[in-house]
């Protein structure tokens, strides 16, 4: 993932744990489960947050520095959105409660930032590569949803893969990106989450952000490299929201996620990543939201 996507994500991530937990059950006085009075979740909702995160200075350094993490999520006439950091999706598949299976399918957009900019990077060597143009990722998604699948009648499993292509001819190349997102709520106030996914990277991607021409080696004094793509990392995550007014369905919460992943293949042999930086990625946010 980009430097400027994955903390913002994992932000974005807690974000959607708040508004979707909120249809958590409330014991009833003989002890049973049934749905709190207060907490319709049949109409339109909005979370914005805005949190610090804790993220590498280009996918495989080992340097970190804080960024802002901005996320919105939201439902909308039976459509959801987010907008995590740099990267925006839409669910083009009304929300139904049919036996808690609910199908996903819609654009996805992203604004890849890496290395676009050599003011956040540390390493002297790194910084000599130059900078690589911002692309701009399109694609889509599919996936599905159950809900009451291990604690409660009230989790969620969902499962996607979506595909993005540069349009504006920066590493002119496809992603691919499985995801796995666990999440449960614990009481009216607070919910968490677990999440798995993986990228597939082609060689315009691997050249582009991983590769060293010869051109290049002269400058840094990395031996040339030219990767040929294939799958680039795994990461897993947790995540977690707390009400500070009100429940999970209104008022401002905490939120926050913490991310631990791992460089493969040639991704993980370049030496931006195996010279300059490190196979192992950790990636942190924790922000303020408001869910009206």
Do not use: C
């Not at 669910?91 to 957009?109: K, S």
């Not at 990277?201 to 050249?207: E, H, L, N, V």
């Amino acid at each position: 993932m980009s430097r400027k996507l994955s903390a913002p994500l994992a932000f974005s991530l807690a974000l959607i744990a708040a508004p979707a937990a909120a249809q958590v059950a409330t014991p009833d006085a003989g002890g049973t489960q049934k749905p709190a009075a207060d907490m319709n979740t049949g109409g339109d909702s909005i979370t914005v947050g805005l949190g610090a995160a804790y993220l590498p200075d280009y996918e495989g350094s080992e340097h970190y520095s804080f960024t802002p993490a901005p996320g919105a999520i939201g439902t909308v006439k039976g459509h959801d959105f987010v907008l995590a950091g740099n990267r925006v999706s839409f669910d083009l598949v009304p929300n139904r409660n049919d036996n808690g299976i609910e199908l996903q399918a819609g654009p996805i957009a992203v604004l890849n930032l890496n290395r676009a900019s050599l003011r956040g990077i540390d390493d002297p060597r790194v910084r000599a590569l130059g900078k690589v143009g911002t692309a701009v990722e399109l694609g889509g998604y599919v996936g599905v949803g159950k809900t009451g699948i291990v604690t409660s009648p009230y989790d969620r499993l969902s499962v996607s893969v979506s595909y993005r292509h540069d349009v504006a001819g920066v590493h002119d190349s496809g992603i691919w990106q499985p995801s796995v997102n666990y999440f449960t709520p614990l009481s009216l106030k607070a919910a968490v989450g677990l999440f798995a996914t993986a990228e597939h990277a082609d060689s315009g991607y691997a050249r582009s952000y991983f590769g060293v021409t010869p051109a290049q080696s002269v400058r840094s004094g990395f031996v040339a490299y030219r990767p040929r793509g294939g799958w680039k990392d795994w990461s897993i995550g947790g995540l977690g929201t707390y009400a500070l007014t009100g429940n999970l369905l209104h008022g401002f919460k905490l939120v926050g996620g913490v991310t631990y992943g791992r460089m493969l293949g040639d991704f993980a042999d370049s030496p931006l990543v195996s010279v300059a930086g490190s196979k192992t990625q950790w990636l942190g946010a924790l922000g303020v939201a408001y869910t009206f």
